[in-house]
């Protein structure tokens, strides 16, 4: 086996923007197929993000490819950037009080894939839905109502007019912030202020229905329909919900069509769009049909071996990328690879308002009782390595604190006596019954609750009179066909060491998009079930990053109205790591690099010590392209969706 490097390697990055650089955007006619391979499997929701904080890596991915005319978009290093293919003129102003706002003349002669001509309404529409009255009562989440003159009485429904989005003529726009939101937090100076002015463009006719369409008398911009009838649930409601999950025909502006959606096979097919202006550096696609399907641990280097997908994105399990290499070095595949440093780290999270994993000292016996140094180990196999907070190696945040984390953070280093005692300090001393608890008297350890505390977590608890025992058991949501949750079932769920220390993590292997059903606990617009009702507390899942964009804001808010609207998926509430994710990026201008670094650096500091998540590692992806192709180059910020828009078919 030929040697392959494990460290990232800044020449393939220079290659990578010359081979861009050659290729250009000439008018090249496209051609050939490919079939993608990606290990996150697709939910079948196309509606940008509207209803959950964080969309599934895969939907994500086919938004990318089939709708993105936006107005700011993210270059190969993660930065935001104008996008001139379909931004004329761009402007922002800012008032005396600090207010800004950003004004877009858009170019004309863009169409949607139907050839429906693309206007400046089409780019406030999804802005005017998700912010409403009507977009609450669906589910949307979203915080920007606050933060955009107008705003809250929007939202509550008390006018369906927005003054801080205006429709100024048939191709300009503009839209407002607050320096001082609603809610009383401050949202300028930004630190990524440019995106704010990011702004995408639908087809209202396809999203909304017949006949609808942004207007503007002169104090705001609205929704309105040439019959007269009422934007409210009852109009568009299903009529989104068909749109949102549409496999087919559906009216998009990006490099591909959706063609089809199996979800039984998850297997998704895109076809070029005709249409498409190019992305913001002007590119156009060069191969006609690219074909996405799951790839799942057990079967996923064979399918690579017998052309079952020629593409294998973003390969995170070092076993697997051995064994690529091993069909590429042996010339089994007629392929190459493209390496770079992961931007995201794989974890293990919990819902920290329910049952024992709201109790700090619990979450951090569980990181005691894991060896995630030999976790790392063997799933990367030297293709990564353990991290010990929410970051990643290609920040430049984590590169100027790699010292400090250091000393700072808590390595949770395998003790399975400092997990017993933190077990009991978090007061878990008891056996079902009431009694002490010793080693060998009871399977699981016991701590005497609340009703409150015990509150949705009557399955796992115990009463003695009026006394309630809580029971160290886990209920965790595991997703399916999944490395990482087979190597966690067994060194930690079913490890010596966490039944030693009296603990119970319950395995229940479930698909994906219900995985993120649960966690999310909000239930769409169209979905019934209990998904709103807690009752998992451990989900394995991971976090990557699509931009150099580091935004945690919101995203630990203790305020109720944004807890109801979606914020919040670990439901830990702590005042100083939600301030510190807010301070960190808002009041901080781009210019202020130090004072965003020494916030940051706190916050990944507090966030260790609270342990939301246990991070598990932080790897060097592989990934495998045929030689059917070329100029096909991924990159930390820099997906296959958007690394396919520069390849070129060249055949065998």
């Known amino acids: 086996m030929k040697l392959h490097t494990k460290l990232a390697c800044v020449g393939i990055a220079v290659l990578m923007l010359m081979s861009i650089a050659l290729t250009g955007c000439g008018n090249v006619k496209p051609a050939g197929q490919v079939v993608i ?108 109502y606050n933060m955009i003159p107008g705003g809250d009485k929007y939202r509550a429904g008390e006018t369906n007019k927005l003054p801080g989005l205006r ?94 959606f199996d979800k039984a096979s998850s297997q998704i097919t895109l ?49 697997q990328i051995n064994a690529a ?36 000292e619990f979450r951090q016996a569980i990181a005691h009782l894991l060896d995630r140094t030999e976790f790392a180990k063997t799933f990367c196999q030297g293709w990564g390595g353990v991290v010990h907070g929410p970051y990643c190696t290609p920040f430049q945040m984590y590169q100027d604190s790699e010292k400090l984390f250091a000393k700072e953070l808590d390595t949770y280093a395998f003790d399975p006596d400092k997990a017993v005692e933190l077990l009991e300090a978090a007061g878990f001393v008891y056996n079902a019954d009431g009694s002490d608890y010793k080693p060998g008297s009871g399977l699981v350890r016991y701590k005497k609750v609340t009703a409150e505390e015990a509150q949705n977590y009557d399955q796992f608890c115990s009463k003695v009179g009026n006394d309630i025992y809580m029971s160290a058991t886990l209920n965790w949501a595991s997703s399916d066909g999944n490395a990482v949750s087979d190597l966690l079932s067994t060194m930690l769920a079913n490890g010596d060491a966490t039944k030693q220390a009296g603990v119970q993590i319950l395995q229940n292997v479930m698909t994906f998009p219900e995985l993120l059903n649960y966690m999310y606990r909000q239930d769409a617009y169209e979905l019934g079930g209990d998904y709103s009702v807690p009752t998992y507390n451990m989900f394995n899942l991971a976090s990557s990053w699509n931009s150099a964009t580091y935004d945690y804001s919101f995203e630990f808010t203790t305020d109720p109205a944004y807890i109801a609207d979606g914020y919040n998926t670990q439901h830990l509430y702590d005042d100083e790591l939600d301030k510190l994710s807010m301070d960190m990026v808002y009041g901080v201008t781009s210019e202020e690099y130090d004072k965003y670094l020494d916030l940051w650096q706190k916050f990944v500091i507090r966030y260790n010590k609270l342990l939301p998540t246990v991070p598990l590692y932080s790897n060097i992806y592989i990934s495998v392209y045929p030689n059917t192709i070329k100029n096909y180059e991924e990159g930390s910020f820099w997906g296959f969706d958007r690394a396919i828009l520069y390849a070129r078919y060249i055949g065998k």
């Open 271 to 319: 076809e070029v769009n005709e249409n498409y202006a190019g992305n913001f550096e002007g590119q156009k696609p060069g191969i006609q049909k690219i074909v996405i399907v799951r790839a799942e641990t057990d079967t996923a280097i064979d399918n690579l071996a017998t052309g079952g997908f020629q593409i294998y994105s973003a390969i995170t399990d070092g076993d």
């Open 37 to 144: 391979g990606v290990v996150t499997e697709a939910n079948g929701d196309w509606a940008y993000g509207a209803f959950s904080s964080s969309i599934n890596a895969t939907d994500s991915s086919v938004i990318t490819l089939t709708d993105d005319y936006a107005t700011v978009d993210s270059n190969k290093g993660g930065a935001y950037v104008i996008n001139n293919t379909i931004v004329d003129k761009y402007d922002r102003s800012e008032d005396a009080d600090g207010n800004a706002t950003y004004t877009f003349t858009i170019k004309k002669d863009l169409v949607f894939n139907n050839g429906d001509p693309v206007k400046a309404e089409n780019f406030l529409a999804w802005s005017l839905f998700t912010l409403s009255k009507v977009g609450a009562d669906m589910g949307t989440v979203t915080a920007g």
């Open 167 to 260: 429709l100024l003529d048939e191709y300009t726009f503009s839209a407002t912030v607050l320096a001082k939101g609603y809610d009383g937090n401050d949202y300028l100076p930004y630190y990524y202020d440019l995106g704010y002015a990011g702004y995408r463009a639908v087809n209202l006719t396809y999203w909304f229905g017949e006949g609808w369409h942004v207007k503007d008398d002169g104090d705001g911009a609205y929704l309105a329909n040439d019959n007269g009838t009422e934007f409210s649930v009852e109009s568009v409601g299903d009529h989104i919900v068909a749109a949102q999950y549409a496999t087919s025909d559906r009216v998009t502006a990006g490099p591909y069509n959706l063609v089809s």
């Open 325 to 360: 290499f091993n069909l590429i070095d042996s010339g089994a595949i007629d392929s190459s690879y493209c390496q770079y440093d992961r931007a995201g780290f794989g974890y293990f999270g919990f819902a920290c308002d329910l049952g024992p994993a709201q109790y700090v």
